[in-house]
């Protein structure tokens, strides 16, 4: 079985039961005008990680791994948005209102759509979900159920929030996670770091982390 030198300690994992989840690699929170930057964030630090991010998705890809996509984004209606998640922020230009990259946050919209760079391939899955943590009023248990996964690679954006939060909610849920921790990112590089200290924390409170040349050596010895 594969082991990778992981934070606090190894982490074995079978690819045949582990998922890559990739989270909310979206124009929304990549690119400027998209509901990131209306926020008042710099997107560059998320940009850093799209192509360690591909190189991800080949490694689970040529491995036989699953690949998961999650994508934050509500119905047209905002039937799916609790009216706090609208208000919050106070913006002029916030969750449902036209901006640069079409109805923000909103499903079929430019900007909810994937960076061009790591669009869904034919195989992998989507999860579209309307709050921060990925097994929120979605159906992902049952399905990572159906599909005899155990172990979750998990990466994306934001390190602090979204991947955060879906790693929290899949550890209490009995996952087995590791947080690969240059494929994520965070508008504030002081949170991410903390966020991986604190996850590891503890024994592994919430899980593993570890670089993406770690799993490359663990899965492609002769890289090592
Ligand atoms: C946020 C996310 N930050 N994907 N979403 O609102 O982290």
Request: with cysteine; proline share 8%.
């Amino acid at each position: 079985m594969p082991t990778l030198a992981a934070r606090p300690y190894a982490y074995a994992f079978d690819p045949a039961h582990t998922a890559v989840v990739l989270i909310d690699m979206q124009r929304d929170f990549l690119e400027p005008g998209g509901f990131g930057e209306l926020l008042g964030n710099d997107v560059r630090p998320l940009q850093a990680i799209v192509p360690a991010c591909q190189r991800l998705l080949a490694l689970a890809r040529a491995q036989g791994m699953q690949v998961l996509h999650t994508q934050e984004a509500h119905d047209p209606l905002l039937a799916d948005c609790p009216p706090s998640k609208k208000a919050r922020g106070g913006l002029a230009c916030g969750i449902g209102d036209p901006g640069p990259l079409g109805r923000v946050l909103v499903a079929g919209e430019p900007g909810a759509d994937f960076v061009p760079a790591l669009k869904p391939q034919p195989g992998d899955l989507v999860i579209r979900k309307p709050g921060k943590g990925a097994f929120h009023a979605t159906g992902l248990d049952a399905i990572l159920h159906a599909r005899g996964i155990t172990h979750l690679l998990i990466a994306g954006v934001t390190t602090e929030v979204c991947v955060q939060t879906t790693m929290r909610e899949a550890n209490d849920r009995g996952y087995e996670c590791l947080l690969v921790e240059d494929c994520a990112a965070s508008y504030f590089p002081a949170f991410h770091a903390a966020v991986v200290e604190m996850l590891v924390a503890q024994g592994g409170i919430v899980g593993w982390a570890a670089p993406l040349a770690a799993l490359e050596a663990a899965l492609l010895p002769a890289s090592a």
